[in-house]
C-alpha cells in the first residue's frame, strides 16, 4: 500500500479543483508499479462482482492530467481462490496488446494485494439494456455488438478465449462505442480443443459448458465457439432483453431476417455449425454496409 498523505498531495489539487464534492480526507492510495499513486475515491461508485469488488478512483499521469479509472481489487480480502482469479486475469491482461474493443488497462499490480487499473467506462450494456427496456433498433445492435465481436477476434488472435461475454462484461463509452472487460473467466486457449468447464454465467453460457457440470466427462469443445456462442446471445439480449437467470425466449419479430439468421448460427446447440467470430465481424459489417432497412423477422 503506499503512503496515503503522500498520494493525497500528488493526486489532490486537479482532482478537488474538477470534483468539489470529494474531500482531500476521502481518498485512499495505492500505488502501481510503472504508474505511480491511483485514488480510490471513497464517495465514488463501487461494484462488487463474483470475483472482484471495482472502485471508482482518479490517477494523474506524468503531465498531472487526471484520469477517471477502474480500480478492481479482490472480493474477499485473503480469499485464495479471488486472489489466483484476480492474478490470473492479470497474467492475460499483461500478455494481450492492447486494442480499441477491449478495456485499456492502465496498470495491473500482481501478487498478495493484487490490483487492475482500467479506464473508466460511465456505464454497461447491462445498464443500457436496463435503461432503455428491453429493445434496442438493431442499427444500434448490429453497430454495438460488432465492437464487441471486433473486441472478441483480437483475443481468439491471441490465444485468448473471454468466457464470460455478457452485458456486464461489455462496457460502454459516452458515444456508445463497446468494450471488453472481465477476464476472470478467460484462459490461453483458442482453436485447440479443451475441457469444457462450467465457466461463464447462466443465460450466456454454451451448452457444452453446462453439460459438464451433469456429466462425469468433460465434453471436448473448441475454445473459441464458447465465445461465439455467448455472442450471439449478447445479440439476442439487445433485441429481446437481458437473458441474465437463464432466462429462455422464443419470439423473433422486428428482428431483421439476415441479423436473427446471424443470432441463430451463433447459438446452435453443436458448436462445429457456428460460425467462427471473423465470420461473425464480416456478417455484421455487410449489414452497417448495406442497411437493415426492409429487411423484417
Ligand atoms: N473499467 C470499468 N469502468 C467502469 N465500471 C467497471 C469497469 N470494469 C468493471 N466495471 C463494473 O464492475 C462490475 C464488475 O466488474 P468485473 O466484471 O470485472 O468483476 P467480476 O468480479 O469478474 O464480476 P462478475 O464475475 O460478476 O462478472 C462490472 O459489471 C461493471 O459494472
Ligand atoms: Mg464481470
Wanted: aromatic residues 2%; charged residues 25%.
Amino acid at each position: 500500500m503506499g503512503d496515503k498523505g503522500a498520494a493525497e498531495q500528488s493526486l489532490g489539487m486537479g482532482l478537488l479543483a474538477s470534483q468539489p464534492q470529494v474531500e482531500k480526507g476521502e481518498l485512499q492510495a495505492l500505488q502501481i508499479p510503472g504508474v505511480g499513486s491511483v485514488a480510490v475515491l471513497k464517495g465514488g461508485k463501487e461494484f462488487v462482482g463474483a470475483h472482484g469488488s471495482v472502485k471508482e478512483g482518479v490517477w494523474h499521469d506524468n503531465e498531472g492530467i487526471a484520469h477517471s479509472v477502474a480500480i478492481k481489487t479482490v472480493k474477499v480480502a485473503g480469499s485464495e481462490k479471488c486472489l489466483k482469479t484476480i492474478n490470473k486475469e492479470i497474467e492475460i491482461l499483461a500478455k494481450l496488446p492492447s486494442h480499441p474493443n477491449v478495456v485499456r488497462v492502465v496498470g495491473v499490480r500482481p501478487g498478495e494485494e493484487p490490483v487492475i487499473v482500467e479506464e473508466w467506462m460511465p456505464m454497461t450494456l447491462k445498464d443500457l439494456l436496463n435503461e432503455t427496456g428491453p429493445v434496442l433498433n438493431s442499427g444500434d445492435v448490429v453497430r454495438i455488438t460488432l465492437d464487441v465481436a471486433k473486441g472478441v477476434c483480437h483475443l481468439h488472435k491471441h490465444r485468448v478465449t473471454h468466457h464470460d461475454i455478457k452485458p456486464a462484461n461489455i462496457l460502454l463509452d459516452e458515444t456508445c462505442n463497446a468494450k471488453l472487460a472481465d477476464f476472470t473467466c478467460s484462459v490461453f486457449q483458442v482453436s485447440s480443443l479443451i475441457d469444457a468447464t462450467r465457466h461463464g454465467t447462466l443465460g450466456y453460457m454454451a451448452p457444452e459448458c453446462m453439460q459438464c457440470g451433469v456429466s462425469r466427462s468433460r465434453p471436448r469443445v473448441r475454445a473459441e465457439k464458447i465465445d461465439v456462442y455467448s455472442l450471439g446471445k449478447v445479440m439476442l439480449s439487445c433485441v429481446v432483453g437481458n437473458l441474465d437467470n437463464g432466462k429462455t425466449i422464443t419470439a423473433t419479430s422486428l428482428c431483421p431476417t439476415r441479423l436473427w439468421s446471424l443470432i441463430c448460427d451463433c447459438t446452435k446447440m453443436d458448436p462445429e455449425g457456428r460460425p467462427s467470430c471473423q465470420q461473425v465481424v464480416e456478417r455484421l459489417e455487410s449489414m452497417v454496409k448495406d442497411g437493415l432497412e426492409g429487411e423484417v423477422g
